[in-house]
């Protein structure tokens, strides 16, 4: 199957070359008017756009106004950088700037390489059946919302659960690990583990379902084992791959999942589970400090944007293709 | 390249490696599966107080936990809401992007379609922010209603590429006889393309589908009225924060003596069930949609 879909993937991008002689020729009005079915189709879609995602672009100006929901945003008094100067002198943002960056390194450091070590080890198992059926497992999780996530590891251990009894009578007490803020990092770790491990195999098997059978057998005749055969075979195919998504989600790194970690601040407090985006909604929908809330929001989109952009820039100069 | 089984080059791994990959593997699934068999055996272990005991899992047996909260009207209206709102919304994600990939799968023919295909990427890129969402929404006046658990995501980038991808796989041969034969783009969509690509639009829908189940954010952004939640929030409430569905005025357990655990596990079932019963489907094309996409924007 994964074979299939690589060869499908090489030749997605060719541009066909329906009907453009004739319509070449044609005048631009004439041919306005003969695509009209064409504007017709796009046209929920690009009120959509439009509507959904670039006008709330220009609701960002909150960030630079004192906004007040009963003047509402025309006569609400612009303040200049205001906001950002109080952002920045707010211990709670740092905080939440701080945890976001320590999360995100967990996970570049954990949650990246994962499922290529899952990969590897799935791709190393010859019975395709028993391969099939790991694989039907673990992509499962990432299927469910992080509602159910949450709630399935409270569950199992959180104080109740078998996981507390465990604890209990290996003698280290009653301990709730889903709110304990000290082992709270690890726990967001080993969750967006659990849920995305399986999922983010996909690329990579697709990577190593690309390299040439022959190489295999080349390095087989050579007297490589299968050891040798992966690291000196399938690491340096799917490199490109690897490189390439790293760069990516270095470019992400101030986006940390906001259901995962607004569902569990009331179980480890604040001080631990406080990212740039609760720290938005707590302070702006539920506290009413609108300019200051969507000050944070704007400063991690840009920043977001700006990395993501550059990311891509990086990735193109290595050589490993960049998506854009 | 092994559905054949091993090939010849291959040496039959040595039997310690082999016991050390069983056993990984038999860890990873145990770790997969575990947390779902518990919580689907904590819901079936009805009207003992203690359920977990020290054991891995329950021993007494009821159906007490779903009689309690299929009794009470909470969990069933948020049942219905989520339905309503995956129902409507995948339909109507379907056609917007339907319509926008088909519509922008001819750039090189059709006037502005470059800009507008652009414009939609480009939105892969920024993210407008929590604030500026809300606010838009109450300006439409659309907070408390179910059109805000719709409309915010009704189309996505991503899933646009991955239909406008596969639509310009037709070989054209088919589109320039239909065009010569006199037929429309409308025909053409409906008669030609549409159906050709069944498989592909059941993966995006599916995909649509269980990101409105799932959905959570937009209905704690925007519905204040508890009788309008969706299960997600339900879920929240009363299994993640551990509110007492008896107070919400749900079940009539005064007599079942339903264990707390047990009657929370059970909504947490009942909210998993739809996605277990599309995932098999899921699962057989998935892997193709999302590289097609992912790949080659």
Redesign the interface.
């Known amino acids: ?6 060869r ?2 090489a ?10 002689r004739s ?1 070449r020729s044609a005048g ?1 009005v004439s ?2 008017l003969r ?1 009209r ?10 009120a ?2 439009v ?10 100006l ?1 960030a630079f106004k004192n906004y007040s ?1 009963f003047l509402g ?1 025309n006569a609400s008094p612009w303040v200049g950088l205001q906001n950002f100067t109080d952002l920045f002198s707010d211990p709670e943002f740092l905080t939440a700037l701080k945890n976001t960056a320590l999360i995100s390194l967990m996970q570049i450091l954990f949650a990246f390489p994962a499922p290529i070590a ?1 990969a590897l ?1 799935l791709n ?3 019975s ?1 059946k ?1 391969k099939r059926l ?1 694989q ?6 990432h ?6 996530v ?7 251990l959180g104080g ?3 996981m507390a ?1 465990l604890l209990n ?1 290996l003698g280290h007490g009653h301990e709730n690990v889903m709110a304990d803020p000290h082992t709270f990092l690890a726990l967001v770790t080993a969750q967006v583990v ?1 849920k995305e491990v ?1 999922w983010g195999t ?2 990579f ?2 990577a190593i379902s690309a390299i040439p ?1 022959e190489r ?2 080349a390095a ?2 050579d007297g490589a ?2 050891f040798r055969r992966m690291w000196h075979v399938t690491l340096p195919g799917i490199s490109n791959v690897i490189v390439l998504l790293l760069i990516l989600r270095l470019g992400t790194v101030l ?1 940390v999942g ?2 995962q970690l ?2 569990q601040q ?1 179980a480890v407090g604040s001080g631990a589970a406080e990212v740039l ?1 609760t720290f ?2 707590y302070r ?2 539920i506290g009413g400090q ?1 300019g200051l ?2 000050a944070a ?2 400063f ?2 840009v920043i ?2 700006v990395l ?2 550059s990311a891509n820039r990086i990735a193109k100069r290595t050589g490993s293709g960049g ?2 | 390249m092994s559905a054949i089984g091993r090939p010849p080059w291959q040496n039959r791994p040595t039997w310690p490696v082999q016991t050390l990959k069983g056993i990984v593997i038999a860890g990873i699934v145990f770790v997969m599966l575990y947390p779902f068999v518990y919580v689907v055996a904590t819901s079936f272990s009805g009207d003992t107080t203690s359920v977990s005991g020290n054991g891995l899992l329950p021993t007494h047996y009821s159906f007490a936990a779903y009689k309690a909260i299929f009794s009470g009207n909470v969990v069933l209206r948020s049942l219905m809401i989520s339905i309503g709102v995956t129902l409507v919304g995948t339909a109507l994600s379907m056609i917007i992007t339907i319509g926008m990939a088909y519509g922008l799968s001819r750039t090189r023919d059709v006037p502005g379609t470059r800009f507008v295909l652009y414009a939609v990427l480009a939105t892969m890129l920024f993210t407008s922010g929590i604030i500026p969402n809300y606010l838009l929404m109450k300006s439409l006046g659309l907070l408390n209603s179910y059109w805000s658990l719709i409309l915010p995501g009704v189309a996505n980038a991503f899933n646009m590429v991955v239909l406008r991808n596969f639509f310009m796989e037709i070989p054209a041969d088919l589109f320039d006889s239909a065009r010569i034969d006199g037929a429309s783009e409308w025909q053409i969509l409906t008669r030609i393309v549409l159906p050709l690509s069944k498989a592909v639009l059941a993966v995006v829908a599916l995909f649509y589908a269980v990101g409105y189940w799932n959905d959570f954010f937009n209905a704690l952004l925007y519905l204040n009225d508890s009788t309008k939640w969706p299960i997600q929030l339900v879920l929240n409430q009363y299994v993640i924060h551990g509110q007492n569905l008896d107070q919400a005025g749900a079940p009539a357990s005064g007599q079942l003596r339903v264990a707390a655990q047990s009657i929370q596990m059970a909504v947490v079932v009942v909210a998993t069930v739809p996605i277990l019963v599309v995932y098999p489907f899921l699962q057989r094309y998935f892997t193709k949609g999302v590289l097609t996409g992912a790949i080659k924007g």
Do not use: C
């Open positions: 199957m994964t074979v299939a879909t690589t499908h993937t030749t997605a991008g060719t541009p066909s070359p329906t009907d453009s319509a631009t041919r306005i695509e079915w064409m504007y017709l189709f796009i046209v929920p879609g690009v959509y756009f509507i959904f995602q670039y006008v709330p672009l220009f609701g960002n909150v929901p945003f899952l080890m190393s198992l010859i395709e028993a790991v039907s497992v673990v992509y499962l999780p299927f469910f919302g992080w509602v159910i949450i709630s399935i590891w409270q569950a199992v109740v659960g078998p009894s009578s659990w399986g996909i690329i098997f697709a059978v295999y057998e087989a005749v084992n299968s986006s906001f259901e607004l569902l009331d985006d938005g909604y702006g929908v609108w809330a969507t929001g704007l991690k989109g977001g944007t993501v952009i998506l854009f």
